[in-house]
């Protein structure tokens, strides 16, 4: 069994996900780099170092996901902490601003398969992925898992008039207040089990996600998931949070 704590994050070939798997091996984890392309994987796993090893996971191919929880058994004998980061916020033509994108994403206009599709990754995939890992995580001394979510999935501030951003609020925000949802559910059905299972909001972040236009870099995005994943014993489950405090859900 490896001594080091092992810790996946899913998607963490570009984006927040590099960066919490490069400050979770500065944390003294053996980093499992989470890559639907294994070269990507391979690619960013270097550019972080020897700790930093890259997985094949497809958060939406069951067989990818056991043959995952398998390895990670096989080569490190132990799982402590799971970030779900992988997501997608359309289905439709890559290299659209933000404003299309939330466009095409209002309910009233867009497709059911595109709705499926972004469920399938940011919603389905992160239990599909939870599921199979939680046998290794029960076995971990302080197993967390750490949902990386979004404010643009509360539903108590997209439910008041006066905010301006509550018309972006569509198919990806609602992926994400699903993924909340299932925060929730995870954290009450592991309660007896020392499992705690967060869900953090990285913030407004410059990645491919939204063409770049954030404003938050990925180090500063990185902080609040990374606080999540090495909570001590006395630490929250069940929550929704970024780096200011809680979240309304
Ligand atoms: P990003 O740069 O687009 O990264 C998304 C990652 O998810 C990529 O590695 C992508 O892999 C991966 N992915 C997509 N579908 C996948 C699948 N089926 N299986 C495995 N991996 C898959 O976006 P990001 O901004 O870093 O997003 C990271 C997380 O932060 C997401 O959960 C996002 O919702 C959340 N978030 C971001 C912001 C923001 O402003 N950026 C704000 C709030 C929340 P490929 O390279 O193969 O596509």
Avoid at 43 to 68: E, P
Avoid at 125 to 154: E, K
Avoid at 182 to 191: N, V
Wanted: hydrophobic share 45%.
């Amino acid at each position: 069994m490896q001594d080091k704590p092992v810790a996946l994050v899913t998607g963490a070939n570009k984006g927040i996900g590099l960066q919490i798997a490069r400050d979770l091996v500065a944390q003294g984890f053996i980093v499992l780099v989470g890559s639907r392309n294994l070269e990507h994987g391979e690619t960013a796993a270097k550019s972080i170092g020897a700790d930093a090893r890259a997985l094949q996971l497809d958060v939406t191919n069951q067989s990818s996901i056991a043959a995952a929880a398998e390895h990670i058994r096989k080569e490190f004998g132990r799982l402590d902490v799971l970030v779900n980061n992988a997501a997608v916020s359309h289905a439709g033509k890559p290299g659209r601003s933000l404003e299309e994108i939330a466009k095409s994403g209002r309910l009233s206009v867009v497709t059911l398969d595109e709705v499926r599709a972004v469920f399938e990754t940011n919603v389905f995939g992160a239990i599909a992925v939870t599921q199979a890992m939680l046998p290794l995580l029960r076995d971990a001394p302080a197993g967390r898992v750490v949902n990386v979510s979004s404010a643009g999935g509360s539903l108590t501030l997209n439910s008041d008039p006066k905010n301006p951003h509550r018309l972006m609020f569509g198919t990806y925000s609602s992926s994400k207040t699903a993924l909340n949802a299932i925060t929730l559910a995870f954290a009450s059905a592991l309660e007896s089990t020392g499992i705690k299972v967060n869900a953090a909001c990285p913030g407004f972040t410059a990645t491919d996600l939204n063409n770049f236009q954030g404003t938050r870099t990925v180090q500063e995005a990185a902080r609040e998931p990374v606080r999540l994943a090495l909570l001590d014993a006395n630490g929250p489950t069940g929550t929704f949070s970024n780096e200011d405090g809680e979240i309304p859900w």
